[in-house]
């Protein structure tokens, strides 16, 4: 391949445009791969039927993904996770939570999105600085973001309609007054519900895991599919790539 014609793809990587990067896609199509999901205290993955099904028997159930690591900074950056989730067990008249959340591996900062799926009366919210590993991730949160909006209302509040799809986004975009915090998620009667609340002190700003798992009761069990994590800030590994590329090529070339 000439230089000519790998010049100009390398700088391309360089300069990718703010529009979106994928920088995580698993759909679970290959039975027995769960597309580098990692299980978390205790509980048992199994990539079946074109979905994630998560069980753990004695626990809250919990899995992560690592991703390509992102920062945001400028007024407009974000990262964004959606997927779909099904309840598929569990009975109703219980006091559960089902949490979306995104982290930086290293420092473990992250922030948390609490929704509630169960029948007894809880607060959906947002909470900073949790706990990457353990049975819980919200009783170990240091800092409440109160949220606003749909504050009150359950995802799923029966424990019929265990086949139902509920999709759900968590996006974190930098605004002039801080981290804008937004999660929804799509109800049993179909009305997509939505929280909000903005960090303004110190927001944390990278971003290479996500972690989706229950809390308030054991037994709660769910299968996922299509799980995209997506910013519009390019990713750092396909622009160094381009560099390297081409600092490679003109050694090459200079030899
Ligand atoms: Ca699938
Ligand atoms: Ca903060």
Redesign the pocket.
């Known amino acids: 391949m000439s230089l000519r014609f790998l010049l100009p793809v390398s700088v391309c990587l360089l300069t990718l445009p703010a529009s979106a990067v994928t920088l995580a896609s698993t ?3 290959t039975a027995g791969n769960t597309d580098g999901w990692a299980a978390v205290n205790g509980t048992t993955l199994n990539s079946t039927a ?2 994630l099904q998560l069980t753990n028997a004695t626990g809250v159930t919990r899995a992560t993904l690592a991703f390509g690591s992102v920062t945001v900074g400028a007024v407009g950056d974000y990262v964004e996770v959606s997927y779909n989730v099904i309840f598929t067990n569990s009975t109703s008249g219980v006091n559960r939570q089902f949490e979306t959340s995104l982290w930086d591996s290293a420092s473990s900062d992250g922030y948390v999105g609490n929704f509630r799926i169960g029948t007894v009366a809880a607060n959906n919210r947002f909470f900073e600085t949790a706990a990457l590993s353990g049975t819980s991730v919200a009783s170990t949160g240091a800092t409440l973001i109160t949220a606003s909006g749909d504050s009150t209302v359950s995802l799923r509040p029966t424990a019929t309609n265990n086949t139902y799809v509920h999709t759900i986004t968590l996006r974190l975009e930098v605004t002039g007054t801080g981290m804008a915090l937004t999660y929804s998620g799509l109800d049993n009667g179909g009305v997509t519900r939505t929280i909000m609340a903005t960090d303004s002190s110190t927001p944390y700003l990278s971003f290479d895991r996500l972690d989706l798992n229950t809390w308030g009761n054991n037994n709660v069990n769910f299968a996922i ?2 799980v995209v994590v997506s910013t519009n800030v390019p990713e750092p590994s396909l622009a160094l790539l381009g560099s390297l590329g081409v600092l490679g090529l003109l050694r090459r070339r200079r030899a």
Request: glycine content about 14%; aromatic content about 14%; cysteine-free.
């Open positions: 759909v679970f199509n074109g979905q599919d299509n």
